[in-house]
């Protein structure tokens, strides 16, 4: 069972983007929503009366919406969830917007331990500045850089339980040996649901399960939930389910800090180009896996 375990983490660790909302109570359908600017943005809390994205905070013209206009995971925005495993056909609308989901009022004892807990997050993105460092101690590349989200590299050793002293990946602004670090990403295997994470509620789990998954070839990652099996078969892939996988961003380096927040899916200051980095240009597409499969 290890060996399938580990084996599952080496498949998953390449996830694509990761990032975004996953609650730690049970899904209920998503609220009604209107667009406007190119964005969705929920009327009303999506989840249980707590989560909410808050209307306006996406506009459509920030750095990563122009670079990224259509998500490539239901669980990349709002509080979608991004698939489960009773559910992974999921559609991106049904999880509502983009944007800043509503911070909870944390008590005491919460605020005290989030403290703790950023405080040993902030000392490892000291430790690796850059993807160099990063390489250096065991974390591999394992997506390019993607507008929203930054470039993983993934250490899978430190997926089987939550630290937030010790993230299984890392996130960068590109992939240059010199590109700098954005933010950190928790990804974990824990069955049963999402794990204990940062103190309080604002910390949002995600997953990568609808429409199939990922579509992976080897250990790099050349299709989001958005491709067909025949599409990722065609790129010499195969889709792949990450059930008990959850996945989690910490916007928490000194000098970049997330505007939709500290546990944000999504950052909307990461723009710049897909396989590129994130201070390009935008070139918009819906489709990342094209260039992860080039990156």
């Known amino acids: 069972m290890r060996s399938r375990i580990v084996a599952t983490f080496a498949v998953l660790a390449i996830l694509l983007a990761g990032c975004s909302s996953s609650s730690k109570q049970a899904t209920k359908p998503a609220a009604s929503t209107s667009t406007t600017a190119g964005t969705t943005t929920p009327k ?15 506009t459509g013209t920030s750095p990563c919406e122009v670079a990224a206009p259509t998500p490539a995971s239901p669980g990349q925005v709002g509080a979608g969830a991004g698939g489960s495993e009773g559910n992974v056909n999921v559609l991106a609308s049904e999880h509502g917007g983009r944007g800043m989901v509503k911070q909870v009022t944390l008590t005491h004892a919460q605020r005290v331990e989030l403290e703790k807990q950023v405080k040993e997050a902030r000392a490892v993105v000291a430790r690796y500045p850059t993807t160099a460092s990063a390489l250096g101690a065991h974390y591999d590349k394992s ?11 993934t250490n899978i050793t430190l997926a089987g339980s939550f630290d937030a002293s010790k993230p299984s990946e890392l996130l960068y602004d590109g992939t240059a040996p010199d590109s700098k670090i954005v933010g950190l990403s928790y990804l974990v295997y824990h069955h049963g649901g999402p794990p204990p994470g940062f103190a309080g509620p604002n910390d949002h789990w995600h997953q990568h399960n609808a429409n199939g998954g990922l579509c992976l070839r080897g250990n790099f990652v050349v299709g989001g939930e958005d491709v067909s099996p025949q599409q990722c078969a065609d790129r010499g892939g195969h889709k792949v389910l990450l059930i008990d996988i959850y996945m989690m961003h910490a916007w928490v380096v000194p000098g970049f800090e997330c505007s939709w927040g500290v546990f944000s899916g999504e950052c909307p200051e990461l723009g710049g180009r897909l396989g590129g980095t994130a201070w390009e240009t935008p070139v918009p597409s819906k489709d990342s896996s094209s260039a992860a499969a080039s990156g």
């Open 44 to 58: 009303t809390a999506i989840r249980a009366g707590e989560l909410q994205v808050l209307t306006g905070t996406a």
């Open 143 to 153: 997506t390019p850089y993607v507008p929203c989200i930054g470039a993983h590299y």
